[in-house]
């Protein structure tokens, strides 16, 4: 796996400058670019090629903070890329409950509050969770007990994920 971070010359952080990882994204796309090299070998053709996909691949990934964190967990804590994580059960108590919200509206469409409801509940869990996570990636930044703040932090992407799963299934059957 190619590290991002080091071809952008930064540290690897949840929170980088994103000024400064779209200057270094242009300053490599520039650097890179395939146009630059139409008089150069078919291999450095290829090579630049790859480099620009890979460039590309690298500002996509750490200019959005969902696949970035996803990203250094992969790097960090070795986090698969279908990995089958397990929640635990009072979470998925919740997330059984938030499920019949939604259910309730798919039995009943022309009840809007219940899907406003659930929408609330949604955003309200996200919300608490952009704060609560702020802490263990505040550890890790500062180098604090790294590893327990990445197990910390995988546990919140994962149920990240799965809110957002709940949250795709309502939008879908809402816009049908």
Do not use: C
Request: zero cysteines; hydrophobic letters at 35%; proline letters at 4%.
């Amino acid at each position: 796996m190619n590290n991002y971070f080091e071809l952008f010359h930064l540290p690897i952080t949840f929170l980088p400058n994103p000024k400064l990882v779209k200057l270094k994204f242009y300053e490599l796309s520039k650097q890179y670019h395939p146009d630059r090299y139409t008089n150069a070998s078919e291999d450095e053709q290829d090579e630049a090629l790859r480099m620009a996909a890979t460039i590309n691949d690298a500002y996509k990934t750490l200019s959005n903070a969902e696949k970035r964190m996803a990203y250094i967990l992969r790097l960090e804590d070795g986090l698969e890329q279908e990995e089958q994580y397990k929640l635990p059960a009072d979470f998925l108590m919740e997330m059984m409950d938030l499920n019949e919200a939604v259910s309730d509206y798919e039995d009943e469409p022309s009840n809007k509050s219940l899907k406003t409801k659930a929408e609330q509940a949604i955003e309200q869990l996200l919300d608490e969770w952009e704060i609560q996570i702020a802490v263990p990636i505040a550890a890790y930044e500062s180098g604090e007990n790294q590893k327990e703040s990445l197990k910390q932090i995988k546990d919140f992407y994962f149920r990240k994920k799965y809110l957002l799963r709940i949250k795709e299934r309502l939008a879908t059957f809402a816009s049908r």
